[in-house]
């Protein structure tokens, strides 16, 4: 049974770099196809896809947010790590973590959920 | 970037009713397009793959057709339950891409 969960803070300041982990059991980022991605949802809006990494680290971002992600690994732990740097109300949102398979293939386990505010 | 735009944005149907959401892509993605369901505090839920390959444990009243640049999601004969949020996700490039999403009220 795949499971995920994302942890880290519920309120980070503006300016400040958030980091995000998702920890993951029931496969493993080794193996190949398999992928975890990050998508957010505003309170209210829609998703929007943020960041892929693949068990061969291949990487990918969204384009209007490249600058400020960084998608990184820990096979041994099972974790993957978002970190968001120069964080701003408008990044106010519930962050996912996702399971998926294969180059193109859907997002079939999702993690909770975790919501982050951005205030001072 | 790939742009998914569904329609209705809402729609408020009574129970058995069938309900159809069209996900429309910018260019073609061939068959590279999911559905997820969203209810109220969870988190969305995979419900077809590959324009129409159905999810074990997903009831068979949910069915989705298309290829190119227009897909469908079809309910068939919609339960209370079904009340949700629908988003399509295409995964045929970077970066991927959802729909804005089509809110499904029971009346």
């Known amino acids: 049974q795949i499971t995920l969960k994302e942890s880290g803070p519920t309120l980070v300041k503006p300016t400040q770099t958030l980091t995000l982990t998702c920890t993951f059991s029931?496969?493993?980022?080794?193996?190949?196809?398999?992928?975890v991605g990050w998508i957010r949802q505003p309170p209210g809006k829609a998703l929007e896809w943020l960041a892929l990494?693949?068990?061969?680290?291949?990487?990918r971002y969204s384009p209007s947010l490249k600058s400020r992600l960084t998608i990184t690994k820990d096979t041994s732990k099972n974790q993957v790590v978002l970190t968001m740097t120069n964080m701003d109300p408008v990044d106010t949102a519930t962050y996912y973590c996702?399971?998926?398979?294969?180059?193109?293939?859907?997002?079939?386990?999702w993690g909770q959920g975790t919501m982050v505010t951005v205030s001072s | 970037e790939i742009v998914l735009t569904q329609s209705p944005d809402f729609q408020s149907v009574t129970p058995k009713e069938k309900v159809t959401i069209t996900c429309r892509a910018s260019?073609?993605?061939?068959?590279?397009l999911h559905w997820y369901q969203q209810k109220p505090d969870q988190s969305p839920k995979l419900l077809i793959k590959?324009?129409?390959q159905s999810i074990s444990g997903v009831p068979s009243r949910f069915s989705g057709s298309g290829s190119g640049t227009d897909f469908t999601l079809t309910i068939n004969s919609l339960e209370a339950e079904d009340a949700a949020t629908y988003y399509c996700?295409?995964?045929?490039?970077?970066?991927?891409?959802f729909g804005q999403g089509t809110k499904v009220e029971i009346k």
């Open positions: 996700h295409q995964s045929s490039s970077f970066p991927w891409t």
């Open positions: 029931g496969f493993s980022l080794s193996t190949s196809g398999v992928g």
């Open positions: 590959y324009a129409s």
């Open positions: 996702a399971h998926t398979r294969g180059g193109s293939s859907a997002f079939d386990i």
């Open positions: 990494i693949y068990w061969n680290d291949d990487k």
């Open positions: 260019q073609s993605i061939g068959s590279s």
